[in-house]
DNA sequence: TGTACATCAGTGAACGCGCGTTCACTGATGTAC
DNA sequence: TGTACATCAGTGAACGCGCGTTCACTGATGTAC
């Protein structure tokens, strides 16, 4: 009556989730969530259609599933991003190279955030978006570390870090897509905001560098 | 062999070819563009399949005819509202309502617009961002004759207006599918967030009006 | 260790349906004279 | 003003196809004893 676990089984199906996940991945390169079938995405995954029922109810609980995934690779390296574009504005020269660089599901990652997060289903972009709350809410924390920054209230800070969210956000929305040779002048704009907001090398207190 | 002109018949092609346009922009009240089905659209628009051909060659074609139309009314809003943002941050409290009331289109323009910024069908993503681009650089010049704004040089105030076209398309993409009572939060962080920017009723010289 | 039974991820056939696109057509509108 | 012809937005039938979901099934893995 009892004979749910154990180990072969649980990695096998564990296998199958992830083929499902890298999936829909790779199809959202130039889609959006709620355009693909769920055909599509078993095929692209290599099992029959049926067997999708096994792991989720329908493609909008696998939405979910990826959001969270997403954010456990993509959180705390945009967290990072923030925490560095706060120290030195002209960091962002790095920012999307040190994002996208290590792990190579970063990019699909951070393409499946910017697509959906406005996108036609509705609890995945709500699911988006609390979760970049929280990395918001989390830089915020970081930022009273960060020299020149210590003397805000908190408050501030808060503001401040979703202000540095949503610029680091759009600048990686812009530069995924963008031709090679545009890049440079994204990443300018950027580094404008971001000094702008009177981050890094700005007349505050303190030299870019601790 | 000359008769392609003629006011009645172009008339009623144009009432199709807006009963086509508010079609979609009311089928991506819940679904992105992509997703959508000719036969759906055309049923929505009240004709045949087949009759979609004498107007749109497919329906991204139709979505860039949309990215045009809605920013006919969107941008000029936008940019409208981002002067009043710049004189007074406090200001931004009707700006959802002062660019959702005035014509009913409005919200759905929005909508699409949020949307599809981000979204699957790459050639409207990148109209769109044209077209955001370009009402960022008409307020820009507009801030030149906002006080306290006007000691800036051209490239700060490019900047800034960038910020601010962020912040305002943040505001209103947020607020068109959040519950009612989360809205004043909504308002209230954007509000923040140009305070934060230096506008309105900062420190600056001169007062929030005039 | 060996055997009999239970579990359950994945299969493959089948269903009815909506899809995009084609085609020859209709009939209201417009033009020539 | 009347008539004969041209235009062209919209029609309706037809096509082959991929869709989501159901069902009874298979067979590898796990458990009891």
């Known amino acids: ?58 493609i909008e609980e696998l939405g979910l599933i990826l959001t969270e995934e997403s954010f456990r690779s993509f959180g705390p390296a945009l967290r990072e991003a923030g925490v560095r574009a706060a120290r030195s504005a002209g960091a962002v020269e790095g920012i999307f190279d040190a994002m996208v660089g290590p792990r190579s599901d970063s990019l699909s990652h951070l393409r499946f955030i910017v697509r959906e997060r406005d996108g036609g289903v509705r609890r995945v972009r709500r699911a988006i978006r609390r979760e970049l709350q929280l990395v918001a809410d989390e830089l915020a924390v970081d930022l009273a570390d960060v020299a020149g920054l210590d003397g805000r209230d908190r408050e501030d800070r808060r503001t401040l ?12 929305a812009d530069m995924i897509d963008a031709e090679p040779e545009r890049q440079g002048e994204i990443v ?12 890094g090398d700005a007349p505050a207190a303190g030299g870019p560098h601790s």
Chains 1, 2 share one sequence.
């Open 188 to 199: 300018t704009v950027a580094g404008r905001r971001l000094r702008l907001l009177g981050l």
């Open 161 to 172: 870090a979703g202000l540095v969210t949503e610029t680091l956000v759009r600048l990686l």
């Open 1 to 58: 009556m009892t004979t749910p676990n154990s180990p072969i089984r649980r990695a096998s199906k564990e296998l199958t989730r992830q083929a499902l996940v890298r999936a829909v991945l790779d199809l959202l390169a130039d889609r959006s969530l709620d355009s693909l079938s769920l055909r599509e995405i078993t095929r692209e995954a290599g099992i029959t259609p049926t067997a999708f029922y096994r792991h989720y109810r329908d």
